[in-house]
T-cell receptor, first 112, second 112 residues
Framework: TQLLEQSPQFLSIQEGENLTVYCNSSSVFSSLQWYRQEPGEGPVLLVTVVTGGEVKKLKRLTFQFGDARKDSSLHITAAQPGDTGLYLC????????????FGKGTLLTVNP | DAGITQSPRHKVTETGTPVTLRCHQT?????MYWYRQDPGHGLRLIHY???????DKGEVSDGYSVSRSKTEDFLLTLESATSSQTSVYFCAIRTDLNTEAFFGQGTRLTVV
């Protein structure tokens, strides 16, 4: 059973479109992180959210942590081909916060 | 680049043989993790460590063992390799809770 459920699993869009990907759980998290991974490489951190309701922006990317700290979303405005990659959410919770677990990821393809 | 090195980068081994993968860090980070990545499954946690000689199981630990006798090294052993353990293995390190996890380049293991 995957603790963190990501949707959609695959997303193919045209350059300039907007998109949102989701990371959901029935459990409360101390923090949630979003990573981006390119083929042949390890994931690289995009953002960490720790406070319920928190919104963080990174250029065209907007991240939100749910009020109950059980879910998060990543919104990309005016997607570009360089945004193509695998987007992974990761979280730690409770007394085993150091146990960093990942969702299955959303594979995004942005076509020129 | 974070000082984290995985070795070997590629390995082909036969079913039933033991295999050890090494993760070496020069950052003195407390937490170290081993993940495997397979299509459709994202990153799944195998084992993790929260200090020297302090390790615990992740979600897919069967058939794997780990050791951490020094801060800088975290070894993953496949006791008797099986074809289902063919995968890409990633090591990650992080200094503290809620901080960025830095990943190695990955080890592609093929069990034939």
């Amino acid at each position: 059973t995957q603790l963190l459920e990501q949707s959609p699993q695959f997303l193919s869009i045209q350059e300039g479109e907007n998109l949102t990907v989701y990371c959901n759980s029935s459990s409360v998290f101390s923090s949630l992180q979003w990573y981006r991974q390119e083929p042949g490489e390890g994931p690289v951190l995009l953002v960490t959210v720790v406070t319920g309701g928190e919104v963080k922006k990174l250029k065209r990317l907007t991240f939100q942590f749910g009020d109950a700290r059980k879910d998060s979303s990543l919104h990309i405005t005016a997607a570009q081909p360089g945004d193509t990659g695998l987007y992974l959410c990761a979280g730690g919770r409770g007394g085993s916060n150091y146990k960093l677990t990942f969702g299955k990821g959303t594979l995004l393809t942005v076509n020129p | 680049d974070a000082g984290i090195t995985q070795s070997p980068r590629h390995k082909v081994t036969e079913t039933g043989t033991p295999v050890t993968l090494r993760c070496h860090q020069t950052e003195n980070h407390r937490y170290m993790y081993w993940y495997r990545q397979d299509p459709g499954h994202g990153l799944r946690l195998i084992h993790y460590s929260y200090g020297v000689k302090d390790t615990d199981k992740g979600e897919v630990s069967d058939g794997y063992s780990v050791s951490r006798s020094k801060t800088e090294d975290f070894l993953l052993t496949l006791e008797s390799a099986t074809s289902s353990q063919t995968s890409v293995y990633f090591c990650a390190i992080r200094t503290d809770l809620n901080t960025e996890a830095f990943f190695g380049q990955g080890t592609r293991l093929t069990v034939v």
